[in-house]
């Protein structure tokens, strides 16, 4: 997917310009013949799936190839130097500020004395890996082709919120089944498989147990859980090419209604890739940390 340039004047500076400007973007080329960005927007979420939806949709259209960013300083600090001439990557982060409690409250309990305050955001700047040049860093530990004890961690993930999973053949010719609180797997499907089916499952379990499910259709659902397995599989190092042309169905001239689609697959995948694996937290500092959440 190219990038698409925006003027200095127009940047969005809010959470809500962030993503309308992107999903308008993102709509544009849907309508001019590049199906494509959809599929390339959902990799990149698999890339930052702990960066707020806002940020995963900028980082997406300014270098939809990045893998691993991190401001000037924290690369300085790991022994990595940004290229000369080397454009940063604009995302949104938020500005925090200290509300002092009364003196009453504080003399109450010590240890409550201020509480952290939005008071807006502000532009800020991170390269990705590509962009820089230095030390070798470690490498990020990936699954290609089998997702490992994946499976076991997210049944174990799925029975703590009360969802329990189990195998069956009497399902066939379905993969996988949820039916709200418990989820079927179709036995002697690949490992591989087996993990993308409890993907989707799990995707319907988290995504369409609500009153949200009344207001969609059951191609915008089915396609929601498969948008979810792609996310994680390509997180974990899973290949998932097949289903990618399907994504298009998300979109129906309705931009309010693509942008909800996207947002909930990527808070749906961010749910399940931290409990497969905690997020890597060396490589960007408090500040940056803060910046996923604008």
Not at 6 to 20: D, G, V
Not at 115 to 128: H, I, M, P, Q, T
Not at 182 to 200: N, Y
Not at 229 to 239: E, S, Y
Request: proline share 3%; glycine share 6%; with cysteine.
């Amino acid at each position: 997917m190219n990038t698409i340039a925006i003027t200095e004047s127009k940047k969005p500076n809010t959470k809500q310009e962030l993503i309308a400007t992107n999903v308008k973007l993102l709509i544009e080329q849907l309508e001019a013949g590049h199906s494509e960005a959809l599929t390339t927007y959902l990799t990149v979420m698999s890339r930052f799936h702990n960066y707020s939806f806002g940020n995963v949709l900028e980082i997406a259209r300014q270098m939809p190839s990045a893998t691993r960013v991190a401001g000037f300083w924290t690369w300085k600090s790991l022994g990595r130097f940004v290229k000369a001439g080397q454009k940063g990557i604009r995302i949104l982060a938020p500005i925090v500020g200290v509300r002092r409690k009364k003196d009453e409250v504080a003399q109450k309990d010590i240890t409550k004395q201020n509480e952290r305050v939005l008071l807006g955001f502000r532009n800020a700047y991170v390269f990705d890996i590509s962009q820089t040049e230095g030390v070798e860093l470690p490498c990020l530990r990936q699954v290609t082709g089998d997702p490992g004890e994946n499976i076991e961690r997210l049944t174990a993930f799925l029975n703590s919120r009360g969802i329990s999973v189990s195998y069956s053949a009497n399902i066939a010719p379905a993969l996988g089944m949820s039916y709200g609180g418990r989820i079927a797997i179709l036995p002697g499907q690949s490992k591989a498989e087996t993990f993308a089916t409890l993907v989707h499952e799990a995707g319907h379990e988290l995504l369409h147990r609500s009153e949200r499910r009344t207001a969609t259709t059951k191609i915008v659902r089915e396609t929601e859980a498969e948008a979810v397995a792609f996310v994680v599989g390509k997180a974990v190092g899973l290949v998932n090419e097949d289903s990618s042309a399907s994504y298009i169905q998300l979109y129906h001239g309705n931009a309010s209604l693509l942008a909800e689609s996207l947002e909930v697959i990527q808070q749906t995948a961010a749910v399940i890739l931290d409990a497969l694996e905690p997020p890597i937290s060396e490589e960007v500092t408090s500040e940056e940390l803060e910046a996923v959440a604008a």
